[in-house]
């Protein structure tokens, strides 16, 4: 069956940098939109980015514009999550995910598989 193991989580200062990893296994990757999402305490889990099957097509919550880049190496089953000019409201528990088809889809139930998450905590 299909897993996701995020890494590549931790402790940051603002403006720092963080870049979360997501290694798939049991699934045929490149065929599945791929996408990073994130839940703080107390909130509900909310899209961050997702990038189509080539890789070439991203979309990104307004939040995180121009601070993070998704993308993805479908030769390594990894999708990756560069995050740079960290703010304390990036601090949450990041989760990948796969969606079957093409979307691009920032809506978390055109997910399918989802990781265990990885802690990322920004501190001012």
């Known amino acids: 069956q299909a897993q996701l193991v995020e890494s590549g989580g931790g402790l940051v200062q603002a403006g720092g940098s963080l870049r979360l990893s997501c290694a798939a296994a049991?699934?045929?990757?490149?065929?599945?939109?791929m996408g990073w999402f994130r839940q703080a305490p107390g909130k509900e889990r909310e899209f961050v980015a997702a990038?189509?099957?080539?890789?070439?097509?991203?979309r990104y919550a307004d939040s995180v514009k121009g601070r993070f880049t998704i993308s993805r190496d479908n030769a390594k089953n990894t999708v990756y999550l560069q995050m740079n000019s960290l703010k304390p409201e990036d601090t949450a528990v990041y989760f990948c995910?796969?969606?079957?088809?093409?979307?691009?889809?920032?809506?978390?139930?055109?997910?399918?598989?989802w990781g265990q998450g990885t802690q990322v905590t920004v501190s001012s």
């Open positions: 990038v189509r099957r080539s890789g070439g097509i991203t």
């Open positions: 995910a796969s969606g079957w088809g093409d979307s691009g889809s920032p809506i978390a139930n055109d997910y399918k598989h």
């Open positions: 049991g699934l045929i990757f490149n065929l599945y939109t």
